[in-house]
Each structure stands twice: as C-alpha cells, then as structure tokens.
C-alpha cells in the first residue's frame, strides 16, 4: 500500500461559474491492445491474453527468430483449442468478446467458446511502459490526473481551457486523439458531473467511445443501469438489493434513505441512497511522491508471539522483504522504518524507528523493524502484523555509488545480520 502526500482538486465550489466536469478515461481492451500494436497482423481477429507469462524463450519467437514480429504468419500464432492447463484470460479483444469470452474467465472455458482464438502471453513490463506514456498524454493537456490503476484515470476538466465547451466532449476528443497518436492505442471517456457517473459512463460507448452526463441527465441515463454499475456495489450488495425488488439505480433512488441504513447499516446505507442520487463530491487526487509504502497482514488465526514465535517470525520477515520488493521496484528509498500491531482485542499499536541511512534494504528493515517490536506488549495475541518504510525519496546516482561503497564494507551487512540474530523476538 502507498500513502500520498495529495495535492487535491477542489469540490464542486458554487462560486466559480464553471460547472463541474469530471472525466473517467478508461483504455480499450488495454493488454490485448498493446499486443496488437506488436502483431498488427492480427487486427480485427479474436485474441485472448492469459497463461504463462512472456519468456525469452517463448516458441513463437525462437520459431521466427530474425523476422519483424509484425511479418509473423497469423497460422503460426497457439490457438485457444490447443491449450490445455490452468490459467484465466486476462483480456480479450473486442473481437473475441462477441463469442462471450472475457476477462477472469478459465482459458479452458474460453477454448470452448472459441477454439480459433488467438493466445498471447501477458507481458506487463509493455503494459506498464505504455501506462505511462498515454498518462503523460493526459497530464500534458489536463494536469488533475487521478491515477486508478494500469488502463484508467479520473481527469479533472473543470478549470481546463476548453473543458466546458459541450459538457466536455471536445476536450474528451482531444485527448483520445493525443493518445492515439502518441501510441496507437484508444480509450473511451465519460464526463459528468462527478467521478462516481463519470466511471459509469465511460462504459457507455465503449470502445472508441465519449459520453456526456449533464446534471440533468441522471433520471435518463443513469436511473435505468443496474444497480451493479454503481462502483461500489458488489455482488452481494446487489444480491440484497435484489432480495429487496430493486434491481435499477432508480429503484434504489426511490427508497427512503432511512430503510437502506436499517438495512445496510449507517454510512454504507446513506452513501448507497447518494449514489442512486448521483451525489458524489470526492476530489480528484493528484498523483504525487509516496510518503510511505506498507506492506501488512491479518493472521487466519490468532498469534502468540512466544508460542507462534517461528510462524510470526517468517511473516514478519516475508512483509519487509515485501515492502523491500515494493521500494526497490518503484525505485524510493527510506529512513522512517515502522511497524503496526494489532491485538485480538482489535486495540492497533505502531511503533517507529528513523535510520540515519536511506534504505531500501530488507536486512536493514528487517533490524529496525525488529527493534519496533521491542518497544511494544506482545503478551496479548495478535491479529495483524505490518511493516511501513516512509520518509522516502526516490532512489538517485548517489544511492548507487553508496550501495558500491557498502557492497565492498562487508562488516556493516554483517553487523546487521548478527543484529538479526540477537534479536530476543520472532
Ligand atoms: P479493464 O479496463 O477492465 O478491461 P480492458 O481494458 O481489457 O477492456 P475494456 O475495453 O472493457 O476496458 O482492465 C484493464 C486491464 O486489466 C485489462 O486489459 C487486463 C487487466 N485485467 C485483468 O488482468 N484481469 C481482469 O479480471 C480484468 C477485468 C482486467
Ligand atoms: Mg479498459
Ligand atoms: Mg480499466
């Protein structure tokens, strides 16, 4: 987990004559398109992607060593029909769609639906590189970019020039076309009047699409959705929805607000009655440096930490090198090292230590992390264990030459390693 420091976008303020214009972008059957950008001979063909992951060695390639990828025969690319094994699909393109197959389903299920299919490997390495290439598109034209993940982005178009002009769509065009350009891919985007329809309408016209929500539009484009559609809704949220005869935003828009809190307790009820309402006023959040990464877990089962010393242990251990994997991967370093606790009795405790090195090193966290635990009762059992690196910064040249100069001065990894092992804890 990454906590932020957010620069945020301000509500809906009643003082500015511009109204609130909120976009949802969300990129077109993302994995499978960025395949095709590779193997452009596959245009138009239904394409799943799933299974193993890209290796070096993967057989198509090793097969046509030497040739562009783009000059491979479609022949010669694995089938769907000849998979055999486990895995799920990831995504599949918009032509493979029409035979029902879709993402998260079993690949086995897939092949019998459409056994023509075409199979690639997922290759998240490109995924992330293109990620970031069409979000630095977006930043370009509209800085107030949420980040939500791999293919999709909250912009705020309110104050940017042009992002009034007819509720949003031209500016929603040029940003489709910007992105398009820079990288051949394409997005759908639905701008509303908060991020909450906004999510909802990208959805509308999908793939290549733009849809606008007007603040009167709610009774007609919203109300008849299922209540599914609503981001927050869950399968079994819908399922006592349904229960309950509703099965429309506006079947739940029509229920008093003090039944859905008998029913769905204080806060859920009422945000679910605001939902239906198409009320909504969280701010866009700015991307920004992470003020610190943590890694944390709640046990199966309750434990002692002197009658479960090994397995705390292990756990323990597994979340620093977790939040060491994290640190290292999105290149930051760290000084704040912190741990939390919580006990059986739900009370939370945390603890922290400040180096006077940046770190990014699981033995050092591991040695901090583990005087923490010194400082804390451990009589009680425990339910939950995490680990927390912050005051980052992002790892510079400097960090490299340190990291030489440490390599060659055994003695203080070594100092650290019998730190480990003193420690009268886990
Ligand atoms: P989505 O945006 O949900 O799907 P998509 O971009 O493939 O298609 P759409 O045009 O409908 O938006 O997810 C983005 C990527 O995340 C998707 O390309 C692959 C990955 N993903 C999974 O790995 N598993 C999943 O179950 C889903 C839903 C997505
Ligand atoms: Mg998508
Ligand atoms: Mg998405």
Redesign the pocket.
């Known amino acids: 987990m990454a906590r932020y420091a957010s620069p945020v976008s301000a509500p809906a303020s009643p003082a500015t004559a511009s109204i609130r214009r909120i976009a949802h972008l969300?990129?077109?059957?993302?994995?499978?398109?960025?395949e095709l950008l590779r193997y452009p001979q596959l245009q138009g063909l239904p394409v799943v992607?799933?299974g193993a992951r890209r290796r070096p060695d993967d057989a198509l390639l090793q097969k046509h060593a030497g040739l562009p990828l783009s000059e491979i025969p479609v022949d010669d690319f694995p089938r769907l029909k000849d998979y055999a094994g486990r895995g799920?699909?990831?995504?599949?393109t918009?032509a493979a769609?029409q035979f029902g197959v879709?993402?998260?389903m079993g690949l086995m299920k897939a092949a019998k639906l459409c056994p023509q299919a075409l199979l690639l490997p997922?290759d998240f390495d490109e995924?992330r590189r293109y990620s970031r290439r069409f979000k630095d598109v977006i930043t370009e034209i509209a800085p107030l970019m949420e980040d939500r993940?791999?293919?999709?982005v909250y912009i705020d178009f309110t104050e940017v020039p042009g992002g009034q002009r007819d509720g949003g769509r031209s500016l929603a065009r040029l940003i489709q076309k910007s992105i398009f350009d820079a990288t051949g891919l394409t997005?759908?985007i639905g701008v509303a009047p908060n991020k909450l329809i906004a999510k909802m309408a990208?959805?509308f016209n999908?793939?290549k699409g733009i849809s606008i929500v007007m603040p009167d539009d709610l009774q007609a484009l919203i109300w008849p959705l299922p209540c599914r559609k609503i981001n927050g809704v869950g399968p079994k949220t819908d399922e006592k929805l349904q229960a309950q005869g509703i099965h429309t935003i506006g079947e739940l828009a029509a229920r008093e607000r003090e039944g859905l809190i008998g029913h769905f307790g204080k806060s859920y009820g009422a945000w679910l009655h605001e939902a239906a309402w198409g009320r909504d006023e969280r701010p866009v959040v700015t991307e920004s440096e992470p003020v610190s990464l943590s890694r944390e877990t709640t046990f199966e089962r309750d434990l002692h930490a002197m009658r479960d010393k090994a397995e705390l242990g292990a756990i323990f251990t597994a979340l620093c090198e977790r939040v060491a994997t994290d640190l290292q991967r999105k290149g930051y370093v760290g000084k704040t090292i912190g741990i939390k606790l919580r006990y059986d009795d739900f009370r939370s405790v945390t603890r922290d230590q400040t180096l006077e090195h940046y770190t990014a090193e699981v033995k050092t966290i591991r040695l901090a992390a583990g005087l923490c635990l010194k400082r804390v009762d451990l009589s009680r059992r425990l339910r939950l264990l995490g680990v927390r690196v912050g005051s980052l910064r992002r790892v510079n040249a400097d960090d490299a030459a340190t990291q030489q100069t440490k390599d060659k001065n055994k003695s203080e990894s070594e100092a650290i390693n019998s730190g480990a092992n003193t420690l009268p804890l886990f």
């Open positions: 969300d990129m077109d059957a993302f994995y499978a398109s960025v992607i799933g799920v699909i990831t995504t599949a918009y769609r879709g993402s998260a997922v995924y993940g791999v293919d999709e997005c759908s990208s959805e999908k793939p």
